[in-house]
Nanobody, 121 residues
Framework: QVQLVESGGGLVQAGGSLRLSCAASGRIFSINNMGWYRQQAPGRQRESVAVITRGGTTNYGDSVKGRFTVFRDNAKNTVYLQMNSLKPEDTAVYYC??????????????WGQGTQVTVSS
């Protein structure tokens, strides 16, 4: 019913920038939190990178504070992650996440398919 589609990943040199986008589509009445998580290697725990509420309050993981910025366009049901000063340790599969209500009552959590970000040294 609801799909999250990420775009914008790729290969970049250390110190460079990338912007990720995630568009939600389908049966959407309202979206609360939207955010980005990453998994740096298979089998490793997925970690929170940045989360933004519908009202614009943000929360960042310690390792990305001051370098990454999350923002959203509620009219387009889209969340973005601007990544600056990228480091090799930022290499990971980045996943979009959102709490979506299709009815105006219950919210359900959805994940995107992931987009690879690779930072070369």
């Amino acid at each position: 019913q609801v799909q999250l589609v990420e775009s914008g990943g790729g290969l970049v040199q250390a110190g460079g920038s990338l912007r990720l986008s995630c568009a939600a589509s389908g049966r959407i009445f309202s979206i609360n939190n939207m955010g980005w998580y990453r998994q740096q290697a298979p089998g490793r725990q997925r970690e929170s990178v940045a989360v933004i509420t519908r009202g614009g309050t943000t929360n960042y993981g310690d390792s990305v504070k001051g370098r990454f910025t999350v923002f959203r366009d509620n009219a387009k049901n889209t969340v973005y992650l601007q990544m600056n000063s990228l480091k090799p340790e930022d290499t990971a599969v980045y996943y979009c996440n959102a709490d979506v209500s299709s009815s105006g009552y219950n919210f359900y959590n959805y994940w995107g398919q992931g987009t690879q970000v690779t930072v070369s040294s």
